[in-house]
């Protein structure tokens, strides 16, 4: 049972474009998320994240909005760039101490110039 | 600062060979350690992870052990390997009571032949 998901496994999107990437979720006991940013053969890139008691984090170009009636996330790079291309993993967790992320299957963003 | 070292970063083993994959974090201390398993066009597979020295948590049961002999060393190994074992091995460390951030090294390419 997939606990997070990320329905796209990959989005095309022009330079200078905003892109988004979606991320839904099944656990209510969620309460912090994550979003990574990985090119191949590298470790996972930690982007930014976001509480369940907000619903909008934004740092710089990179915001996340949090929708928690609709267990939904995305993830809103404005504007995109082709360096921002690579997979992007939306991750959640419960809080509890050690307890891992639970990670979705990614989204691939190609920017193109 | 915070860094996490991960070795070797490729390999290629034959089927029933041991294995040991070593993660390292400098700049910290009483980290919570995780590994997690990257499989091709697949998202990231949490295998054990680690609150202190010699407490170990698995997730999935499969030919795979972790151990914890420092505060901040953790090892990944197997006694005998198998094909499906080949993949992108991830180290990450978070601290611990701190947020549920979590940040990964660079990575090992296991290949199993």
């Known amino acids: 049972d997939q606990q997070v998901k990320q329905n796209s496994p990959s989005l095309s999107v022009q330079e200078g474009r905003i892109s988004i990437l979606n991320c839904d979720y099944t656990n209510s006991m969620f309460d912090y998320f994550l979003w990574y940013k990985k090119y191949p053969a590298e470790g996972p890139t930690f982007l930014i994240s976001i509480s369940s008691i907000k619903d909008k984090n934004e740092d710089g170009r990179f915001t996340v909005f949090l929708n928690k009636s609709a267990k939904h996330l995305s993830l809103h790079i404005v504007p995109s760039q082709p360096g921002d291309s690579a997979v992007y993993f939306c991750a959640a967790s419960k809080g509890q101490a050690g307890t891992a992320l639970i990670f979705g299957k990614g989204t691939t963003l190609s920017v193109s110039s | 600062s915070q860094t996490i070292h991960q070795w070797p970063a490729t390999l290629v083993q034959p089927v029933g060979s041991p294995l040991s994959l070593e993660c390292t974090v400098e700049g910290t201390s009483n980290p919570n350690l995780y590994w997690y398993r990257q499989a091709a066009g697949r998202g990231l597979q949490l295998l054990f992870y680690?609150?202190?020295?010699?407490?170990i948590s698995s997730e999935v049961p499969q030919n795979l052990s972790a151990s914890r002999p420092q505060d901040r060393q953790f090892i990944l190994s197997s006694k005998k390997l198998l094909l499906s074992d080949s993949g992108f091995y991830l180290c990450a460390w978070r601290l611990a009571g701190g947020v549920e951030t979590q940040y990964f090294g660079p990575g090992t390419r296991l290949l199993v032949l």
């Open positions: 680690s609150v202190g020295i010699g407490q």
